[in-house]
């Protein structure tokens, strides 16, 4: 009976010892570490652009007038080109976004080949035109590979057109009419980016709508160069048409030209 007790005590005493050293151990390790909570996708970034744009088409101002028809040739951008700018923004959180950029271009031209009237006894012709547009919209991320994202767009672009033509009938009676109207137009697209590997990338925007104005659409495609995960580069080609009719004021044009910019990500 004794041998049975000591026994029992010894198992007892090591079991006791045992719970005591595990104690000691779970005290002597470090707390468990927290886990750190999900950083979410956003980004924020902000790009200006030079758009060296001309324009074509057909303008009027008033319906006792006639309409010009424009056609001033790539080549002759420069020459024409008294101001054009725009600025790009956009916010993204997860697969949602928005989208906004502002444009505004100003064109002079004088009648040769770039202008031609469509009523006889007009002898001379200049136009000033004067065009700012703002397109604002939201998007979902419809496709995401890593190496290429797909962008579904809807949203509205407002327009605000300035037109003063300066007609001159028989090289000797002076007309002068100007006319400027604004409108909005809503607008639904898509949006594409392709990475191509040390910094490359493609990218593409589509939109059309209509409104106000009879139709509206516009395409925009750019090389990309990522200096690092804040800079970027981009140069490409623009083109952003319309066809708005009230009265005797008409413009139905495009603008179209080259385009150069730097992106800064937040």
């Not at 104690?23 to 956003?42: H, Y």
């Not at 303008?59 to 080549?75: E, H, N, S, Y």
């Not at 496709?143 to 300035?162: C, K, M, N, P």
Request: glycine share 10%.
């Amino acid at each position: 009976m004794k041998i049975r007790e000591m026994a029992r005590r010894a198992l007892i005493l090591a079991a006791v010892a045992s719970m005591w050293a595990s104690s000691a151990r779970a005290a002597d390790m470090p707390p468990p570490a927290a886990q750190a909570a999900p950083v979410p996708d956003t980004e924020f970034r902000l790009t200006p652009f030079f758009w060296a744009a001309g324009l074509n088409g057909t303008v009027g101002t008033r319906r006792t007038l006639p309409t010009v028809d424009v056609d001033i040739q790539f080549k002759d951008i420069l020459r024409n080109l008294d101001f054009a700018a725009m600025l790009a923004g956009e916010y993204r959180n997860g697969r949602w976004g928005l989208l906004a950029d502002l444009t505004y271009v100003a064109i002079s031209v004088e009648r040769d080949r770039d202008l031609a009237l469509r009523a006889p006894g007009f002898t001379s012709a200049t136009l000033t035109s004067k065009t700012f547009t703002a397109t604002a919209t939201g998007f979902y991320r419809f496709y995401d590979s890593g190496s290429f994202t797909a962008d579904l767009l809807a949203g509205g672009r407002v327009w605000s057109i300035s037109t003063d033509l300066d007609l001159l009938i028989a090289g000797a009676l002076a007309v002068s009419a100007g006319s400027t109207q604004s409108w909005i137009d809503p607008v639904a697209g898509v949006r594409v980016h392709a990475n191509l590997g040390n910094g490359f990338g493609l990218s593409a925007y589509g939109d059309i709508g209509a409104g106000s104005s009879r139709l509206t659409w516009q395409l925009r495609a750019t090389l990309d160069y990522a200096f690092n995960q804040n800079w970027s580069a981009h140069i490409g080609y623009r083109h952003l048409a319309v066809d708005y009719r009230r009265g005797g004021f008409v413009y139905d044009t495009s603008l179209s030209g080259p385009i150069a910019g730097v992106s800064y990500r937040f």
